[in-house]
Structure formats: C-alpha cells, structure tokens
C-alpha cells in the first residue's frame, strides 16, 4: 500500500512513461493510527467526503480505525491541501482488506458513513470568559456547526439536527455556582441578566425553571431518535435539573428565595439519564453541584498520573460504543474541568461505560439510549489543558493534531452519519 505524498502524482506518470506499472486508483484509504500526520483534520476529511455527496467505510479498529472511499483526483487534492495521510489502493487491494475485517477471528467491522450530520452547539451568543472544546475541534476539523442557545431550543429548532453538543453550562439556575469567586466580574453581571430577560420573555419567574424546559426539549431531541454530546459542567447538571423537576435547589443570590430545605429528599432519580442517588451541593458557594464530581482532592492524581483507559468492545457486536472509542491509543491523557470524572456507584447500571480511571473507580466516558436516540457524557473540559483556567487563552490545536482525547468528540460527531455495512462482494 504505497504512501503518497505530494510529489506522488508526478512519479505516478514517470512510472507510467517508462513502462512500470502502477496501482490502479480505485479506493483512497486515510489510516488513522500512530502514521497518520493529523488525526483531526482527518475526521473533516471524512465529513468532507460524505458533502460531495460519497459514502465512507469507517473501518472499525483497522489501524486506529480508518477510513476508505471511492478514489476521486478531487479527494486526493484535498487531502494534500489539508496534510491528511493517506494510501492509493486498487480494487483488489480494497477488497482484501475488507475480507481481512470480516473474518470472524479479528475484532474488527466496516460501517458505512452514508450522510454528514447536521451538527448544533448549545452556547450563549454573548463571549464566555473559557473555550468550548467542541468547537474548537469542529472549527479546527473545517467540519461546519450552528450555535443554537435558548431561543432556538424553546421555539423548537432543534429537529432540524442531528447532533447537539452541550459544554460547560449550568442547567440547574446557579450560573455556574460561580458566585463566590466572580460575582463582580461584568461577564457574570452580564450573563445574569441575559439569563434572567429570556426566563422573563418566556413567561419563566426564575432562570432554573427557563433551563427546566430547555433540558426538558433536549430530552424531547433524544427520545425522537437525536444524538446528545455534553461535556464538563453540562453532564451533571443536566441530570441535576431532570431530578430536580419541580424542586427549588437555588438558594437566594440565584434566585431571590431560599432553596427547599427538603430538596434532597424530593429528588426523582427516575427522571434521569446516567445518575442516581447523588447529593446535591447545599452550600451556594461551593464550586460543585453534586457529590457526582470526583473533587481534586478525592482523585489523588495530578497532570503527571492522570490518564483514563478506554474499554474494547466487539466490532461485531457492539458497534456503536466501538465507533465512539476508536482511537489510537487506549490509554489517554486525563484532563480536568468543573465535572472531571463521576463515580462509578453513581451511574445507573444501564449506562455503558466507555472509558474510566480503575484504580480511583472514576468513569471519564459514558454512554447510553434514551427513546429512540442517544447521548454521551465526556467529564473534563480540554483534553489538551489540563486544567483550563476562567480567562485563559484557547488551546491552539496545530499543536496537537493528533489528540486523543480530541479523537473521542470527533467519534461522536461522525456516529450519527454511520450505517452497519455489509460486506462488499
């Protein structure tokens, strides 16, 4: 399987001139293990191949799990433009590697990519003071998204999608629980009264109850067959305000009353997606939600030890936990945010686990079906900063292309496109 690079083409007709054959194009393969140059823009080229209106084999724990298309000069030119690595293979050579992938003996599969998805991300329209790791690796992939916030989710907009991504939002009402610390800063001041305006313009008396019915569409998104991506402060706290369906957890300074004194006790853990039996956070504040978060102090680790492992699963079998793990390597970076890990003791046992920290019993990378749709929570903010800071700088991705914890987002952007395929003859 001959490399190209981009003096390809012009070897390519010498060999031809003087009499030496050559592969005939027929498939373009783009590996995607320790040899491919940019991981990342490689899942653009893929979303980019399936506009033009071409379908794509996902090749399922094939080198890292790659990627084969119909050959096209335009494809090729792309993939230069854009420093993807990638193979030239004939039909034969296509052929074997898919019956290399069906043989009962390896865990490995071929899906099809039939339809790029039509990709949301939920987010305030005013500037945040932290980046969103989403669409930093969106922009950087060249794969395109719109940004939807409130007004879009309650005037139901949302079908229009097939793939919703949340980050670091406060479904609860608390405005992050950044009270103590940044209560003064303009762009607290300022997001309150954004909050508190469209809770007003939508006949809400309170921001938790506008954030209520906006998680409560979201839900609506999942069981009409939608795929749900939250990252961060975004995975509990969506699971906090379903239990929390018509309890005050919001003390005063959120809210202008006190919270429930028997909130706690009224939780309905029926309602939720991947959590039950947490405890709230009391204590306004207090820089968490729940006890579902493993703190810093409980995780005993630091950027030096930090590292998740992803679970391997049958190709065959289960394949959609496999396409959302399909990486090259198994063991990655951990990362913090203002959710990092859950507690293991705390996930329902439905839920699929995807990848955990064992030896603190912390899953990082959960999944599960509600309805006829999906969601997936991530814990951690930026896979490439360790711990993002309010105010700092956003991640530069040139600098890491070939990020495996940005790998894991990009799984899950593709997965709505994906078909299971059945094997060529």
């Known amino acids: 399987?001959?490399?190209?690079?981009?003096?390809?083409?012009?070897?390519?007709?010498?060999?031809?001139?003087?009499?030496?054959?050559?592969?005939?194009?027929?498939?373009?393969l783009i590996p995607?293990?320790?040899?491919?140059?940019n991981h990342l823009k490689a899942?653009?080229?893929?979303?980019?191949?399936?506009?033009?209106?071409?379908?794509?084999?996902?090749?399922?724990n094939y080198r890292g799990g790659s990627f084969m298309c119909a050959y096209q000069e335009k494809f090729e030119r792309e993939l230069i433009i854009r420093d993807v690595?990638?193979?030239?293979?004939?039909?034969?050579?296509?052929?074997?590697?898919?019956?290399?992938?069906?043989?009962?003996?390896?865990?490995?599969?071929?899906?099809?990519?039939?339809?790029?998805?039509?990709?949301?991300?939920?987010?305030?329209?005013?500037?945040?003071?932290?980046?969103?790791?989403?669409?930093?690796?969106?922009t950087f992939a060249e794969i395109p998204y719109d940004i939807v916030f409130d007004d879009e989710v309650l005037t139901d907009q949302l079908p229009k999608y097939d793939w919703l991504h949340l980050h670091h939002e406060d479904f609860t009402g608390q405005y992050g629980k950044f009270y103590s610390a940044y209560r003064h800063q303009p762009w607290y001041i300022q997001q309150q009264k954004e909050y508190e305006a469209l809770a007003k313009?939508?006949?809400?008396?309170?921001?938790?109850?506008?954030?209520?019915?906006?998680?409560?569409?979201?839900?609506?998104?999942?069981?009409?067959?939608?795929?749900?991506?939250?990252?961060?402060?975004?995975?509990?706290?969506?699971?906090?305000?379903?239990?929390?369906?018509?309890?005050?957890?919001?003390e005063s300074m959120y809210d202008g009353d006190p919270a429930d004194p028997r909130a706690q006790e009224k939780l309905n853990f029926n309602n939720t997606f991947a959590f039950q039996n947490f405890t709230i956070s009391r204590n306004p504040y207090e820089y968490e939600y729940s006890n579902i978060d493993n703190q810093q102090f409980e995780r005993g680790l630091n950027e030096s030890n930090d590292y998740f492992t992803l679970f391997q699963f049958s190709a065959k079998w289960d394949p959609i936990p496999t396409m959302l793990t399909q990486n090259h390597q198994s063991v990655v970076k951990g990362?913090?945010?203002?959710?990092?890990?859950?507690?293991?003791?705390?996930?329902?046992?439905?839920?699929?686990?995807?990848?955990?920290?064992?030896?603190?019993?912390?899953?990082?990378?959960?999944?599960g079906t509600f309805g006829r749709g999906t969601w997936t929570f991530y814990g951690g903010h930026d896979p490439e900063d360790y711990q993002h800071f309010v105010g700092e700088e956003h991640t530069d991705l040139s600098l890491f292309p070939n990020s495996a914890g940005y790998r894991l987002i990009l799984n899950n952007i593709l997965f709505p496109a994906a078909r299971k395929k059945k094997q060529k003859t």
């Open 1 to 28: 399987m001959p490399k190209l690079t981009s003096l390809t083409l012009l070897l390519t007709c010498w060999l031809s001139f003087v009499g030496i054959p050559t592969v005939q194009a027929a498939y373009i």
């Open 201 to 250: 313009k939508y006949g809400f008396a309170k921001v938790s109850q506008l954030k209520l019915a906006v998680v409560k569409k979201i839900r609506d998104f999942c069981a009409s067959g939608g795929f749900l991506f939250a990252m961060c402060s975004a995975t509990d706290t969506y699971d906090i305000a379903l239990a929390a369906d018509g309890v005050d957890i919001c």
């Open 335 to 367: 990362f913090m945010g203002q959710t990092t890990g859950f507690k293991k003791r705390l996930i329902k046992s439905e839920v699929v686990i995807l990848g955990e920290t064992k030896k603190i019993d912390e899953a990082r990378y959960i999944h």
């Open 43 to 60: 899942y653009g080229i893929a979303y980019w191949v399936l506009e033009q209106g071409t379908e794509v084999d996902w090749l399922l």
């Open 85 to 138: 690595s990638y193979q030239i293979l004939s039909d034969a050579q296509a052929n074997s590697i898919l019956n290399q992938i069906a043989s009962p003996d390896v865990n490995m599969d071929a899906v099809r990519l039939e339809k790029p998805p039509k990709v949301a991300v939920y987010s305030p329209k005013s500037k945040q003071p932290w980046d969103d790791a989403v669409t930093l690796v969106l």
């Open 32 to 37: 995607m293990d320790d040899n491919q140059t």
